[in-house]
């Protein structure tokens, strides 16, 4: 056997095995495309066979035989075109004029004779090479709109084209040069075994292939979910699943529906708003914020996916949903991929592609969102689950700080009580029958009962006004005239008694700074503010609170008050939450800082009250600023505050 029988008998094998493989393939799924692709190397496989059957006789084929053969060959370049036009559309024009070239060179061929004249040869090499480049160039073209192992697949397919042109070419100048047969048909031999290697890789790829191109991708796809875990809600959650199957598959309407378990309902971010109508044909609702379109399960395809828990590939969706015709004709959908996100035995929702024009390797398609589907129900299982933790330990952390804090509200009240018990005691000692008490002394005690008693007083007021915050009920402000800087004065002091680490200054405004505001509250505020500053200044230093009047553009005065300190200072991403009921910030817990994050709710609760404001602003490490705004006409409706400055 020469070395050129020898490459054709295996390119001839090559064709015979794909025939078989994608023959395999369309019975088990019979598609229009899987259908046609079995034909090309049908047609192919019944040329090698005739071939076949005449070396083994040692005769030559009769002529209409030999005519059969060449027929069924020019016949696969109109398959391949006929493949084309299912998934990429091939321009009417162009399709008719390859069935002329067809038809007419197979005309040629049976009217031309034995052997074929040279002009029939010609027109049928020229329709063979014209329609293969064309379908090699469309295939290339698809290949670039395409992700993975599908654009490598119609790479190869492309390939496969190419050579199969190049190979009837050269055959096309043996013709014409009789005298160069013998190297050219080593060529065309050569090039016959590529395309049958290309259109193995392309039509029927080996399943390791497949998995080493899916690889990379899978890869990719697994970077991208990662992404998932910082979107904050359901809309975010759902655009991102969507963004990762277009990127994967290179397509651009992906669809991704999440299971709502509480509703039990499917949720989608529309693409575009429903009228009530549409609404009513789908079977579905919006969500009350109107973010999201809800959707009962075994609604429409993508909701059967998800009821039957099985992926979904449908050519056809008028046929296949028909009550949901309408709407898959006005969205132009014509071919619906989609598959459910199952983890662990746990249902996440659905995610799906739809297209204009069918999938050629739609298995291939459907196999991979599979794989994303799954990975997608792990990454979204995960970010619950670490949810749900979170929830758990904050409420652990709640009930801790609840804890805490009714303990130092009962240990503060306990100073107050024991002083007058122990007041009360030494005043009755005193009363013994024939002694005088002295009434000097007698009002000394009696004076210190009741400052304790005024504490107690105090105390109980502020915890009833954290219980009413607790509650989230308003506070009910006593408003009189107060002077902010007396106040402040007299909380400054208080506090620099009982540190000698720490300097609280005080800078007071040149006139007095008076408002018609609830004194013991607003002493409430300055005792938070200065006594944090002093709290959350471990290492000591200045702690300078300052007072001003300001006026804003609509000409309302304001008070504006300054604690500073140079503390260990506020996270950025803690600065607001810390004005939130139980929120600390993390440096506070890591430094085991004792508290129970309500003083700065109070504060900021007695604040608005007043119809003021407070902000803070801190850098980690280097102190804070907390600022408080309070309009000096006490509170107003509507009031607003002026910004920082
Ligand atoms: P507590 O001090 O009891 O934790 P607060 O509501 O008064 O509760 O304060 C909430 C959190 O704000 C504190 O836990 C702390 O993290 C932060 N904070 C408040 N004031 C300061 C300050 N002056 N410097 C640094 N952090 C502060």
Redesign the pocket.
């Known amino acids: 056997m020469s070395a050129i029988e020898l490459i054709q008998y295996v390119s001839e094998a090559l064709y015979v095995w794909i025939f078989v493989l994608t023959a395999w393939r369309a019975i088990e799924r019979p598609r229009l495309a899987s259908i046609e692709i079995a034909l090309l190397f049908g047609a192919a496989t019944v040329v090698v066979a005739e071939s076949l059957v005449f070396v083994v006789l040692g005769v030559p084929p009769p002529q209409v035989v030999s005519d059969l053969a060449g027929a069924l060959l020019l016949l696969l370049p109109y398959i391949l075109l006929r493949l084309v036009d299912e998934f990429a559309g091939v321009p009417p024009v162009v399709l008719h004029l390859a069935e002329l070239a067809l038809a007419a060179s197979i005309i040629a061929l049976f009217a031309g004779g034995q052997p074929a004249p040279l002009w029939v040869v010609l027109l049928a090499v020229a329709y063979f090479v014209l329609t293969t480049l064309y379908v090699t160039v469309a295939f290339v073209l698809a290949a670039r709109e395409s992700r993975g192992s599908t654009a490598r697949r119609m790479t190869a397919v492309a390939a496969g084209s190419c050579f199969l042109a190049l190979d009837i070419f050269v055959a096309g100048i043996g013709a014409v040069l009789p005298g160069a047969a013998q190297p050219l048909a080593m060529l065309g031999g050569l090039l016959g075994l590529a395309s049958g290697l290309a259109f193995y890789l392309g039509f029927a790829t080996p399943d390791w292939l497949q998995r080493s191109w899916r690889e990379p991708e899978m890869l990719a796809m697994l970077e991208r979910a990662d992404d998932l875990a910082a979107q904050a809600d359901t809309p975010g959650m759902i655009r991102q699943l969507e963004a990762i199957v277009s990127m994967t598959l290179g397509l651009p309407h992906s669809f991704a529906m999440l299971w709502n378990e509480a509703e039990s309902l499917l949720e989608a971010v529309p693409e575009q708003a429903f009228s009530p109508a549409q609404l009513e044909a789908m079977g579905a609702s919006m969500s009350p914020d109107g973010d999201l379109l809800r959707v009962k399960p075994g609604t429409m395809l993508a909701g059967r996916c998800f009821e039957l828990q099985q992926p979904i590939y449908s050519e056809n969706p008028v046929r296949d949903d028909p009550a949901h015709a309408d709407l898959y004709r006005q969205a132009g959908v014509h071919a619906i991929l989609a598959a459910p996100m199952r983890a662990g035995g746990e249902r996440f929702g659905v995610l799906g592609v739809y297209t204009q024009k069918p999938r050629l390797f739609a298995e291939d398609s459907l196999g991979r969102m599979r794989l994303m589907a799954h990975q997608a129900a792990i990454v979204v299982r995960t970010r619950r689950l670490l949810e749900r933790n979170a929830e758990l330990r904050g409420q652990e952390e709640v009930s801790r700080l609840k804890d805490e804090f009714l303990s130092s509200a009962t240990h503060d009240l306990k100073t107050p009580l024991t002083a007058i018990k122990g007041i009360t005691q030494w005043i009755r000692r005193r009363i013994t029958p024939g002694r005088d008490i002295n009434a000097d002394d007698l009002r000394v005690d009696l004076g210190r009962i009741e400052a304790a008693a005024e504490r107690m007083t105090s105390l109980v007021n502020e915890l009833l006004d954290i219980s009413r915050v607790q509650m989230r009920k308003p506070l009910e402000l006593t408003q009189g005239n107060v002077d902010l800087a007396s106040l402040a004065r007299d909380v400054c002091q208080h506090h620099q008694e009982m540190t000698s680490r720490h300097e609280v200054r005080i800078d007071e405004a040149s006139q007095p700074v008076t408002g018609r505001w609830d004194g013991p509250r607003l002493e409430r505020v300055l005792d938070?503010?200065i006594g944090?500053?002093i709290?959350?200044?471990p290492e000591g230093g200045e702690v300078r609170v300052s007072i001003r009047k300001c006026t804003d553009e609509a000409s309302q005065d304001w008070a504006v008050l300054d604690?500073r300190?140079g503390?260990?200072?506020?996270h950025a991403e803690?600065a607001d939450r810390?004005?939130d009921r139980y929120?600390?910030?993390r440096?506070?817990?890591q430094l085991g800082?004792?508290?129970?994050?309500?003083?700065?709710?109070?504060?900021r609760e007695i604040v608005a009250a007043h119809g003021g404001r407070v902000a803070?602003q801190?850098e980690a490490g280097k102190?804070?600023t907390?600022t408080v705004w309070l309009p000096l006409s006490g509170p107003k409706e509507g009031g607003s505050s002026p910004e920082p400055s």
């Open positions: 938070n503010l944090n500053a709290k959350y200044s604690v300190d503390g260990i200072g506020i803690d810390i004005f929120e600390r910030g440096n506070a817990s800082i004792a508290g129970t994050g309500i003083g700065l709710a109070y504060v803070v801190s102190g804070s907390f």
